[in-house]
């Protein structure tokens, strides 16, 4: 893509659940901002910065679609909290509000988020009881894709993870399976690239969200061992290791960034 930088102020607050999308198009989800997140737009280094905006409605949306070329369908954003790069279809502009205060992201011990992982837990649990199926790219209950699930279960405990199943791989730490605890995350994919995240609960066993191809198009509980069903069988022969969570994700400071997508 284009080099892109951040207007000068402007981060915004969902104010509802948005669909982020992989590219212009926005044929093809590549995540969701749910409810309160921020974002900031990015703007075409070819087109002037947008100025500050003053909170109000609708006046302010239409300020913002005023300088923006005719022929544009989506304009190109940055989540704040995983620093997660995507697309915002232009008719999800007025579901953003200009926010009073910009994100700061919070800072755990790795004690603190011990204490906090049953809330991790119980919330995959409770998203498996929900009638549900696999989405590519859901952050948003009740369909969540496998790495979209980990990041909800862990914000839901105030912890904030990477959004791929490989950016998470490489934010945890690696641990073996004998220091393997509840709350852990669990790695499968290639001999390159962790493609597939999953929660572990202890005794073999851990929650996932797994399409309709290889799993169970949606989530469930799946044993690490060969001799569990075909599900099973399939993602222990794809397992790359454990990452045990001992941070929650410092996103970088966007309005002083120029980025390459």
Same mark, same amino acid.
Request: charged fraction near 20%; include cysteine.
């Given at each position: ?11 915004? @607050? %969902? ?28 703007? =075409?280094?070819?087109? =002037? ?7 109000? /409605? ?19 954003? !940055? ?6 790069? *995507? ?5 999800? #502009?007025?579901?953003?509000? #200009? ?5 700061? =992201?919070?800072?755990?011990?790795? %004690? ?7 809330? %991790? +837990? ?25 790495? /979209?699930?980990?990041?909800?279960? &862990?914000? %839901?405990?105030? +912890? ?14 690696? +641990?073996? &399976? ?8 669990? &790695? &499968? ?21 797994? *399409?309709?191809?290889?799993? !169970? ?10 001799? /569990? ?10 397992? @790359? *290791?454990? *990452? ?18």
């Amino acid at each position: 893509m284009a080099n892109y930088q951040l207007s000068d102020v402007l981060e915004y @607050r %969902a104010r509802s659940n948005i669909n982020i999308y992989d590219s212009p198009k926005c044929d093809r989800l590549a995540t969701q901002a749910a409810l309160g997140r921020h974002l900031l737009l990015l703007q =075409p280094l070819v087109h =002037p910065p947008l100025p500050p905006l003053v909170k109000g /409605g609708r006046e302010e949306r239409d300020d913002i679609n005023s300088l923006i070329p005719s022929d544009t369908t989506a304009v190109m954003v !940055r989540l704040c909290e995983d620093d997660y790069p *995507g697309w915002l279809d232009l008719r999800d #502009v007025e579901l953003l509000d #200009v926010t009073e205060k910009v994100y700061h =992201p919070l800072v755990l011990s790795e %004690a603190e988020i011990r204490e906090k992982l049953p809330i %991790a +837990i119980t919330f995959a649990r409770e998203a498996m009881n929900q009638s549900n199926y696999y989405l590519w790219g859901g952050t948003v209950g009740p369909n969540y894709d496998c790495s /979209g699930l980990m990041q909800a279960a &862990f914000v %839901a405990a105030g +912890i904030w993870l990477p959004r791929d199943a490989y950016q998470q791989e490489a934010f945890t730490k690696s +641990i073996s &399976f004998s220091d393997l605890e509840p709350g852990d995350l669990v &790695f &499968f994919g290639t001999p390159k690239k962790a493609t597939h995240v999953g929660l572990y609960l202890g005794d073999n066993r851990y929650i996932h969200s797994s *399409g309709k191809a290889q799993g !169970r198009n949606g989530i469930g509980i799946d044993v690490l061992s060969e001799n /569990g069903d075909k599900v099973s069988q399939d993602y222990y022969r794809q397992l @790359r *290791g454990y *990452g045990k969570v001992v941070a929650s994700y410092q996103s970088s400071n966007c309005s002083l960034l120029t980025v390459n997508c």
